[in-house]
C-alpha cells in the first residue's frame, strides 16, 4: 500500500514536471522541433499544445519565418511539375480542370524581387482555335520596363471564361507558385485583360482585390460586377469610344462616375482613372499600354485601414484582414470595417460571425483592442499572437507579405457585448 502510495506520488511529481516543462519551454523551438520531422510523419500542427502558446512580436516573427521556409519547401516539392509543364490545375481525374500559362520576365529585380503583371486574354464562346489564337496574341501584346508578364489560357471556351467559379483559385495558386518560383513581390501584383478578358477584370478585380496592388480594364463589359471592393487598389479603365457593342462605351463611362462618387464618399479610396478614346473602338491601337505604366505606381497594403468586401456570386472566405465561413456568406453581402489606434470599427456585416485577422503592423497587439459594431462594444481585451494563426493564415494563401499573427472571431449581432475570449477556432 505505501510503494503504492508512493508510486502515485511519484506520477503526480512527474506529470507536474512535464506540465512545468511544456510551459517553460520555448514555443520556437518547439515548432523548429516539429518542423524538422519528416512531413508527411508530422501530427497536425493545429493539435499541438505549443501552436496555442502566446508568442512575443519577436517570436511571431521568427515563428513566420520558419513556417515561410517550410511553405516554400513544401511548394517546390510539390508544384515544380506544375511550373515545368506552364501548367496550375485545380480537381482530380476527370474533375481536374488546368490552366496553362506562359510568362517572359523584363528588367532588372527590385530590391531582389520581381513585380507581376496577369494578362487575361479575349475571345470567348467560340471555337478552341480561336481562343487559342486570342491567348497568341495576348502573350506579346505588352511588354515591360520591369517585372513578368504572364498570359494565362482560359480554362474553358465560353462567354464568362475568366470570371466562372473555377477561375479564382486557379489565380491563387499561379500567384503563390509565382512567389516561390520566380521571386515575385506579393505586394506588386497586377492584373489587366481585354476584351473578354477585361469582362474577367471588372469582375476579378472587386472580388480578388486584396491580391492586387492595380489593375487594368481594356475593351471589356462588367455583367453584374459592382466596383465595391476596388476601394484599397488603384483601377483604370481603357476604352474606345465607338466599342458600342453591348454599350461597352456607355457602361465604361457609367463605371467611371460610379467611381467619382465612390471616391467623393470615401476620399482615402478608390484611386482610379478611365480613359475614353473618342477615335476608337473595340481595338484602340496600343493606346492602353499607358495603363501597365500607371499600374506599377501602385503597391499593395496587405493592411488597410478601411475595407469595403462585398460578396460576387463567387463566394469568398477572406478578403484582407477580415474572413468568414462560407456558409454564411451570400451573394451581395457586404462587411465594412475600420481600424485606428487599439479600436476596430464594424460599420457593417452581413455574416453572423466575423472573422478578424490581426497583425503588428496594424496595432499594438500587446495591448487591449476594442471592437466596436455602432454603441456596442462586442470585444474588449488583448488577442495573443500564436503559431496557429500564422499558420493557419499562410496555408488558406500562401502569401508571406500577408500574415496575420493573432485572430479573434465576433458576433455580428450588436446587442451582444464584451465578448472577451473567442480568439480561436471560430
Known amino acids: 500500500m505505501r510503494m503504492s502510495v508512493m508510486l502515485l506520488c511519484f506520477a503526480f511529481i512527474m506529470a507536474g514536471s512535464v506540465q512545468a516543462a511544456i510551459k517553460d519551454s520555448s514555443p520556437i523551438e518547439a515548432l523548429r522541433e516539429h518542423l524538422n520531422k519528416d512531413a508527411t510523419q508530422r501530427p497536425a500542427l493545429a493539435e499541438q499544445p505549443f501552436a496555442q502558446q502566446p508568442l512575443s512580436k519577436e517570436e511571431a516573427q521568427s515563428a513566420a519565418a520558419l513556417l515561410w ?6 511548394i517546390v516539392s510539390e508544384r515544380k511539375d506544375m511550373m515545368d509543364e506552364r501548367v496550375v490545375y485545380i480537381g482530380t481525374g476527370k474533375l481536374r480542370i488546368d490552366m496553362p500559362f506562359y510568362y517572359r520576365v523584363f528588367g532588372e529585380p527590385v530590391n531582389g524581387m520581381r513585380s507581376l503583371y496577369i494578362s487575361l486574354h479575349g475571345g470567348g464562346s467560340t471555337s478552341v482555335e480561336s481562343n487559342d489564337q486570342q491567348w497568341e496574341n495576348q502573350k506579346r501584346l505588352y511588354q515591360l520596363e520591369e517585372g513578368i508578364y504572364l498570359a494565362p489560357r482560359a480554362p474553358s471556351n465560353c462567354w464568362n471564361m475568366w470570371h466562372r467559379l473555377h477561375v479564382d483559385p486557379l489565380l491563387d495558386l499561379l500567384i503563390e507558385n509565382m512567389i516561390v ?90 484611386e482610379h482613372w478611365v480613359q475614353i478614346y473618342p477615335e476608337y473602338g473595340h481595338w484602340m491601337n496600343g493606346a492602353d499600354r499607358i495603363a501597365l505604366r500607371w499600374m506599377a505606381q501602385f503597391t499593395r497594403d496587405p493592411y488597410p485601414t478601411r475595407v469595403v468586401w462585398k460578396q460576387d456570386d463567387v463566394i469568398h472566405t477572406r478578403f484582407y484582414w477580415l474572413g468568414a465561413k462560407e456558409a454564411e456568406c ?65 496555408a488558406e494563401r500562401g502569401d508571406p507579405r500577408s500574415l496575420c499573427f493573432a485572430e479573434v472571431w465576433v458576433p455580428s449581432n450588436p446587442g451582444v457585448t464584451k465578448l472577451n475570449l473567442d480568439v480561436s477556432g471560430g
Open 181 to 270: 518560383f520566380e521571386k515575385v513581390d506579393p505586394n506588386r501584383v497586377y492584373l489587366t485583360g481585354y476584351s473578354a478578358g477585361g469582362d474577367g477584370v471588372y469582375q476579378l478585380a472587386p472580388r480578388m482585390a486584396d491580391r492586387f496592388a492595380a489593375a487594368a480594364m481594356m475593351a471589356g463589359h462588367p455583367n453584374d460586377a459592382k466596383p465595391h471592393g476596388l476601394r484599397n487598389i488603384g483601377f483604370t479603365i481603357q476604352m474606345g469610344g465607338q466599342d458600342s457593342a453591348y454599350n461597352r462605351n456607355m457602361v465604361a463611362a457609367q463605371w467611371g462616375e460610379w467611381l467619382d462618387e465612390l471616391k467623393a464618399a470615401d476620399p482615402e479610396g478608390y
Open 330 to 394: 451570400f451573394p451581395g453581402g457586404t462587411v465594412v470595417a475600420s481600424y485606428a489606434g487599439q479600436e476596430i470599427r464594424i460599420e457593417r456585416c452581413a455574416v453572423r460571425r466575423l472573422r478578424i485577422r490581426l497583425h503588428d503592423q496594424m496595432m499594438d497587439l500587446d495591448r487591449p483592442i476594442r471592437i466596436t459594431r455602432g454603441d456596442d462594444v462586442i470585444f474588449e481585451g488583448i488577442v495573443p499572437r500564436t503559431i496557429e494563426a500564422i499558420a493557419t493564415s499562410l
Open 69 to 74: 521556409d517550410a511553405w516554400t519547401k513544401q
